[in-house]
């Protein structure tokens, strides 16, 4: 088991994974040590959606970009405009080719969800990556709104989807990217 300093430089967004699939068995153990995150009341308001199935994750790239586009010509986001040419490029997935992606979803009406669900997913990519496991958040893949997609998800109505992870087995680990010092407004003693 590695020190917790030891484990925080070895979880990076891996964006590069080997063409093999994660055992079921082990994605479960990850979602076990996901739970294990704080929330809200300690209501633990979090679900997952795992999908292993190539040919739906392409889809659910497809609808998520497809998405991502038609709200770029609605709203005049700076953000989004920057990541036209790779969403409008056709070849590009944006999962990567990982071999398994993970919804976290949390309920509509409930509060803390955000905070919740992020910390959930933080849990479980620390937990992937003390496994060798690459992750990356994939906000670029958050994007579903076809009934039919949804619904094979499991995501009911009262359920968005809080925080996208891929995970799989990595190619290249990339070095980590550097870091602010910490922006402390005050420290009153
Ligand atoms: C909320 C959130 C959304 C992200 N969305 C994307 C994304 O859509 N595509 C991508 O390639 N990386 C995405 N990332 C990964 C970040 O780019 C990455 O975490 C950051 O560059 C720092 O690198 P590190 O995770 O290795 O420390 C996202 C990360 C977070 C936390």
């Not at 917790?4 to 994605?27: C, G, H, N, W």
């Not at 040419?85 to 955000?114: M, Q, R, W």
């Not at 709104?145 to 087995?169: C, F, N, S, V």
Request: net charge positive; with cysteine; hydrophobic share 40%.
């Amino acid at each position: 088991m590695s020190g917790f300093k030891e484990l925080m430089e070895k979880r990076r967004a891996v964006r590069d994974y080997e063409d093999r699939s994660v055992p079921v068995s082990l994605i479960r153990e990850l979602l076990t040590d996901a739970c294990e995150a704080p929330s809200g009341g300690n209501r633990q308001p979090w679900a997952f959606s795992v999908v292993t199935d190539k040919k739906m994750i392409r889809r659910l790239s497809d609808e998520s970009k497809k998405n991502l586009l038609a709200d770029m010509k609605a709203v005049r986001s700076p953000i989004l405009r920057m990541y036209r040419p790779i969403l409008s490029d056709e070849s590009f997935n944006v999962f990567y080719n990982a071999p398994c992606l993970i919804y976290i979803t949390g309920p509509k009406d409930v509060h803390s969800a955000v905070a919740d669900c992020s910390l959930a997913a933080a849990y479980l990519m620390f937990s992937a990556a003390e496994r060798g496991l690459g992750t990356c958040w994939i906000d670029l893949g958050s994007s579903i709104k076809d009934q039919g997609l949804l619904d094979e998800l499991g995501i009911t109505d009262d359920r968005r989807i809080i925080a996208t992870i891929i995970l799989g087995y990595p190619g290249a680990i990339p070095g980590k990217p550097p870091r602010n010092e910490p922006r402390i407004l005050k420290i009153i003693e």
